[in-house]
């Protein structure tokens, strides 16, 4: 999948945040079988209890990075984060420096976007160099006015962050996507946020999604490295099931074996008229 300037291997964005240990994040994100991981900006401690440093457990050579700007509450301040996330990973010499998750919180209960500051940072950002992957509503409106803002990606999200709600609103979802790439067909929609378990991944692919990024689903399962493992294939599965096409619902069955041919079609117990 190829986002902006970046061509991704995998299609499983996965975080770097809410892990029990260190090394409990590393063998998740190595067991995702992600190639891209995302950094919180203004929240993440370099440095944890102990003196960990957490880019000792990130392999710049494996991942791209992409900052984030999560925790931000207006454009300036989502501006400021996105500014300082780049100078960082351009120290580091790691290829995710040109782009940004931009996130611009409207409400710190629900943790949903706030559609105008969102959409002013996003053409900021894009007028100072930025490829910008912006986290929305499943608004179609919002979705479109990003696109036209410069978003190298819109991210819909599919129910609040960390709700493990799953996809709370497929139709909305399907009209962003058809909205997005009715003349593009090319262009990246990721759905972000409120995955659950691995069939909300697969149905975020059957749906048409190009692809997913998620962090507490794997982070708080009690098993992060198996779930992290369960998410991987999900998002195999679901890809490939999109691309096969699915076949129609229909309201009453349909015979899989031929009806003519056979040695006799009438319904068992049914008696020859003499």
């Known amino acids: 999948m190829r986002v902006g300037h970046h061509t ?4 499983l964005i996965v975080g770097t945040g809410r892990y029990d240990t260190m090394e409990q994040m590393r063998d998740s994100l190595q067991a995702s079988g992600a190639d891209c991981v995302t950094v919180a900006v203004r929240r993440e401690k370099l440095y944890e209890r102990g003196g ?5 457990f990130i392999d710049l050579d494996r991942y791209t990075l992409l900052p984030n700007t999560a925790g931000c509450y207006t454009a300036a301040d989502a501006i400021r984060a996105a500014k300082l996330g780049r100078e960082i990973l351009r120290t580091l010499g790691n290829p995710g420096s040109d782009w940004v998750k931009l996130e611009v919180l409207g409400d710190s209960k629900t943790l949903l976007p706030d559609p105008a500051e969102t959409v002013t940072a996003c053409r900021e950002l894009t007028a100072e160099g930025f490829q910008v992957l912006c986290y929305t509503s499943d608004c179609p409106v919002t979705a479109q006015r990003l696109k036209q803002a410069g978003a190298a990606s819109v991210m819909p999200a599919g129910s609040p962050i960390g709700s493990g709600q ?3 609103n497929p139709n909305n979802l399907r009209i ?3 909205y997005l790439k009715e003349d593009d067909p090319d262009y990246p929609v990721i759905i972000d946020a409120g995955v659950g378990t691995a069939s909300d991944v697969s149905q975020a692919f059957e749906l048409g999604g190009d692809a ?12 992060p490295v198996r ?3 369960a998410m991987r294939h999900a998002a195999i599965a679901g890809r490939n099931a999109f691309l096969a096409g699915r076949i129609p619902k229909r309201l009453y069955g349909t015979a899989s074996s031929p009806s003519e041919g056979v040695i006799s079609t009438r319904p068992y ?5 003499s």
């Not at 991704?8 to 299609?11: C, F, H, K, P, W």
């Not at 997913?212 to 098993?223: E, G, M, S």
């Open 8 to 11: 991704l291997g995998s299609r």
């Open 52 to 56: 960990q440093n957490i880019l000792d």
């Open 166 to 168: 799953g996809l709370l």
């Open 176 to 178: 962003i996507l058809e």
């Open 212 to 223: 997913v990024l998620l962090n507490t689903a794997i982070a708080h399962a009690r098993d």
């Open 227 to 229: 779930m992290a493992t």
């Open 269 to 273: 117990g049914s008696q020859a008229s």
